[in-house]
C-alpha cells in the first residue's frame, strides 16, 4: 500500500534553534517527493521538490533531503523564526497514475 | 504568482442542504483537484479533472460531485450535505507535463454541515 508516515506528529522549539522533521515514503513507482508548508487555517504552500536523482534541495533557511534507497527524506530548518509555526506535510508522488499521497503533517511550534 | 481562489474562507450549511464549493485559477492550468483535510487524516482526494468537462473519482468521491464547464473554475457539489462532511476543503492546481509538475492550493473552505 502507498503511504507516506511523517514524525514527529508535534514538535515545540525556541526562536532561533534548528530543528529536523522526518518523512519515511512506500510508494512505487516513486517519481518525486514534497515537502508543503501550512499555516493554520491556510492551504498549502510549495517548499521543494525533489526527484529521485535529487539528494538535497535548499529554499532559504529550508533544506530537504532525499534518500532513496532507504525511502526517507527529511526537512531541516535554520535558525528558526516564530513564522515557522505550523504543519509541515510531506508528499510522495508516484502509484500507478502519479498520484500525490499526502502525510499527516508535523506541527512546529516555534516559541519565543 | 499562481493565484487560486476559493469563493468562501467559511461555511455553515444546514444537513440536507445542496452545497457549492467554488474554485477559480488564473493561470490556465489543466489539472485540477478537490481534497479534503481532516485532523490526524491528512489530505485526501475527491475529485479531479484532467480537462474542460473531464473528471475523475479520486479516494473518497460518495456524497459529492464536480463540474468543470470552464478551463478556470472547477467545483465541488455536495448533493444532500451530512455533517460528516464537516471539513476543511482544498482546491488545487497545476499545469500539465508529467508528474514533477508544482501543485498550487488555494487558501481553503472550513465547512461546518449543522
Known amino acids: 500500500k502507498n503511504q507516506v508516515e511523517q514524525s514527529p506528529q508535534s514538535l515545540i522549539i525556541l526562536e532561533g534553534k534548528n530543528c529536523t522533521l522526518q518523512?519515511?515514503?512506500?510508494?512505487?513507482?516513486?517519481?518525486?517527493l514534497r515537502w508543503y508548508k501550512q499555516d493554520t487555517g491556510r492551504g498549502p504552500v510549495s517548499l521543494t521538490i525533489?526527484?529521485?536523482?535529487?539528494n538535497t534541495k535548499s529554499n532559504g533557511r529550508y533544506t530537504a533531503t532525499l534518500d532513496a534507497d532507504t525511502k526517507q527524506s527529511s526537512l531541516h530548518i535554520t535558525a528558526s523564526q516564530l513564522s515557522d509555526s505550523a504543519s509541515y506535510i510531506c508528499?510522495?508522488?508516484?502509484?500507478?497514475?502519479?498520484?500525490?499521497?499526502f502525510g499527516k503533517g508535523t506541527k512546529l511550534s516555534v516559541k519565543p | 504568482d499562481v493565484k487560486v481562489t476559493q469563493s468562501s474562507r467559511y461555511l455553515v450549511k444546514r444537513t440536507g442542504e445542496k452545497v457549492f464549493l467554488e474554485c477559480v485559477q488564473d493561470?490556465?492550468?489543466?489539472?485540477m483537484f478537490w481534497y479534503r483535510q481532516d485532523p490526524g487524516l491528512g489530505l485526501r482526494l475527491i475529485y479531479f479533472?484532467?480537462?474542460?468537462?473531464?473528471?475523475e473519482k479520486g479516494d473518497i468521491p460518495e456524497g459529492y460531485s464536480v463540474s468543470r464547464e470552464k478551463k478556470e473554475r472547477f467545483s465541488l457539489i455536495l448533493e444532500s450535505a451530512s455533517t460528516n462532511q464537516t471539513s476543511m476543503y482544498l482546491c488545487?492546481?497545476?499545469?500539465?507535463?508529467?508528474?514533477?509538475?508544482?501543485?498550487?492550493f488555494g487558501q481553503g473552505t472550513r465547512l461546518t454541515v449543522v
Open positions: 493561470m490556465d492550468h489543466e489539472n
Open positions: 525533489m526527484t529521485f536523482s535529487e
Open positions: 488545487g492546481t497545476s499545469p500539465s507535463g508529467g508528474a514533477v509538475t508544482e501543485v498550487f
Open positions: 508528499v510522495a508522488t508516484g502509484g500507478s497514475q502519479g498520484n500525490l499521497i
Open positions: 479533472s484532467y480537462d474542460v468537462k473531464m473528471k
Open positions: 518523512c519515511n515514503y512506500t510508494v512505487s513507482p516513486f517519481s518525486n
